[in-house]
């Protein structure tokens, strides 16, 4: 068994509320192992013998059903989160202002190249790609950005979930810790 973390897509955010308590729940009721939530936005760690893909549909499933909320789910493990941050293009940055720098995780591959983001990218922002994810500086933070998530899912035909460096960084750190259910 592995333990993995899945990120919620668009949850706590316009009006999808999940509350964390139930979705740990709801990931022990699917068959999963010591569910785990990071912070109220839609991470959860936990144990599975399943494929990526299978957890994220087993999970979109379940959540849909006992919650009604339709999310997408992206799981990465502990590997997946480390060569993210190895292959950081902004490490200056991590350091310096990592609530300003988003790895923007993705269901699967960009169909569109990074240069149809351009016209979004009106406040300095600074799009890189990535293993699995892409990498944004936000200079004047993600919250005053045109660059959103919703631009990003459109132009590169792909679903997105974003989580600013601090927690990306602390996911990868839940996950090093060896686990047992």
């Not at 993705?106 to 569109?112: I, K, M, R, T």
């Not at 919250?143 to 990306?168: C, D, F, K, P, Y």
Request: charged share 20%; aromatic share 4%.
């Amino acid at each position: 068994m592995r333990r993995v973390a899945g990120l919620l897509r668009a949850v706590n955010v316009g009006g999808r509320k999940v509350l964390m308590a139930d979705l740990r729940q709801v990931v022990s009721q699917a068959g999963f192992e010591a569910p785990q939530t990071l912070l109220a936005s839609g991470n959860v760690l936990f144990g599975t013998t399943l494929s990526a893909a299978e957890t994220a549909r087993t999970l979109e499933a379940t959540i849909l059903k006992a919650l009604g909320v339709a999310t997408d789910v992206m799981v990465r493990d502990h590997g997946d989160l480390a060569a993210v941050i190895a292959a950081n293009p902004f490490p200056d940055i991590a350091k310096s202002r990592p609530n300003g720098l988003a790895a923007i995780f993705l269901s699967g591959e960009p169909q569109q190249e990074l240069d149809c983001l351009k016209t979004a990218c009106i406040a300095g922002e600074d799009v890189r790609s990535g293993p699995g994810c892409l990498y944004v500086w936000f200079p004047n933070g993600l919250g005053n950005s045109r660059l959103s998530n919703a631009i990003l899912e459109r132009r590169l035909s792909v679903r997105a979930t974003a989580r600013n460096w601090n927690t990306v960084a602390r996911l990868e750190a839940a996950l090093a810790r060896p686990f047992s259910p």
